[in-house]
């Protein structure tokens, strides 16, 4: 129910394609949005330890305590003795809006 138009007509914007984006999340949790897809290499004291698929989405990724993971344009370095506040929460939604207590496919307007 947005109005892209409406927005486009009232509002100054300014249009560009999103590269890749890391923030972290908790300690070793990090919020990685990359728009194509890829196989990071996570290594650990200099050893090769595995390799893990991301997708071109938003993904929610586990680093080891001092192991790192190079991405296409970040490298993330997971330490233990590094903390940082962050105000981002991130929530995972998946849910049949159909099976809701007290819902059902006729009170649902188009």
Same mark, same amino acid.
């Given at each position: !129910? $947005?109005?892209?138009?409406?927005?486009? %007509?009232?509002? /100054?914007?300014?249009?560009?394609?999103? =590269?890749e984006?890391? &923030?972290?999340?908790?300690?070793?949790?990090?919020?990685?949005?990359?728009?194509?897809?890829?196989?990071?290499?996570?290594?650990?004291?200099?050893? !090769? $330890?595995?390799?893990?698929?991301?997708? %071109?989405?938003t /993904?929610?990724?586990?680093?080891?305590? =001092?192991?790192r993971? &190079?991405?296409?344009?970040?490298?993330?370095?997971?330490?233990?003795?590094?903390?940082?506040?962050?105000?981002?929460?991130?929530?995972?939604?998946?849910?049949?809006?159909?099976?809701?207590?007290?819902?059902?496919?006729?009170?649902?307007?188009?």
């Amino acid at each position: !129910m $947005q109005d892209f138009d409406a927005v486009k %007509k009232y509002c /100054s914007l300014e249009m560009h394609h999103t =590269g890749e984006i890391v &923030h972290q999340l908790l300690n070793n949790w990090y919020l990685v949005y990359t728009p194509n897809s890829q196989t990071i290499p996570i290594s650990c004291f200099k050893i !090769m $330890q595995s390799k893990r698929h991301i997708s %071109k989405v938003t /993904s929610r990724v586990y680093i080891s305590p =001092g192991c790192r993971a &190079h991405l296409d344009s970040h490298l993330i370095i997971s330490d233990i003795s590094i903390k940082l506040d962050t105000d981002f929460i991130h929530f995972e939604w998946r849910w049949n809006e159909i099976s809701l207590d007290g819902i059902n496919s006729d009170t649902i307007n188009p």
